[in-house]
């Protein structure tokens, strides 16, 4: 079965610090990962993903088969960046349904 | 923001009653979900459609039903079975096709059973 952990429900710094959101999963493929965001008052949206490799916001994440961890990380929070975060994997067989982490508060205090 | 829509925003539920919350796209996508939302359990499958006419369980169907008549629209019924109702809900909608396909989500519908 697939499984995504999330360990920190909160997670708060200080602006300009930087910034780990860590993600764990169990999958027994090959998944694709991906992390989203929820900004107060805003849907739901795609923030990336592990395929493209590209960074977003200053955010990057590296998926570590090893470990099987997808950690979102950005060198300087800025408060903007405060909000949920979920980290998503999807197996590459079959019907590509999401299975979420319960989330990570992220709170950047200026 | 158009995409997709949800409706409506708030909803209040009398105990023992079924409530039916719309999902609606306009992105011409095949695969439609309802998700449910609790504070510290993430996002949890109610049902999907991969297609028109299709639809499937997901992780916690029990006290919910689905209809995919058109492709543009993906309703939820809650039914007076569903133990703990009170919850957030968000529908999202994805392409068929290419890897790695992201799911676009609706505003959501917020339920309260009174």
């Known amino acids: 079965a697939q499984r995504v952990t999330q360990p920190e429900k909160l997670l708060s710094v200080f602006k300009g610090a930087p910034v780990e959101l860590k993600c764990n999963y169990s999958?027994?493929?090959?998944?694709?990962l991906f992390w989203y965001v929820q900004y107060s008052r805003q849907r739901l949206q795609l923030l990336l993903r592990?395929?493209s490799r590209e960074s977003i916001k200053g955010f990057t994440a590296d998926l570590n088969k090893g470990e099987t961890s997808f950690h979102l990380k950005k060198p300087f929070a800025q408060e903007e960046d405060s909000a949920m975060y979920y980290c998503?994997?999807?197996?590459?067989?079959?019907?590509?349904?999401?299975?979420f982490g319960t989330g990570t508060r992220l709170l950047v205090s200026p | 923001d158009g995409g997709i829509t949800q409706s409506p925003k708030y909803l209040f539920r009398k105990e023992g009653q079924n409530v039916t919350l719309s999902c609606e796209q306009n992105l011409n996508h095949d695969a439609m979900y309802w998700y449910r939302q609790d504070p510290g359990q993430g996002l949890r499958l109610i049902y999907y459609?991969?297609?028109?006419?299709?639809?499937q369980k997901g992780d916690i169907a029990e006290g919910y039903s689905v209809s995919r008549e058109k492709k543009e629209s993906f309703p939820l019924t809650v039914t007076s079975a569903q133990k703990n109702p009170t919850a957030f809900y968000l529908c999202?909608?994805?392409?068929?096709?290419?890897?790695?396909?992201?799911?676009?989500f609706g505003p959501g519908t917020r339920l309260t059973v009174l």
């Open positions: 459609s991969q297609i028109v006419n299709d639809f």
């Open positions: 999958y027994s493929g090959s998944p694709e």
């Open positions: 998503a994997l999807m197996r590459n067989t079959g019907f590509q349904k999401l299975v």
């Open positions: 999202a909608s994805s392409g068929r096709t290419g890897g790695g396909n992201e799911q676009f």
């Open positions: 592990h395929i």
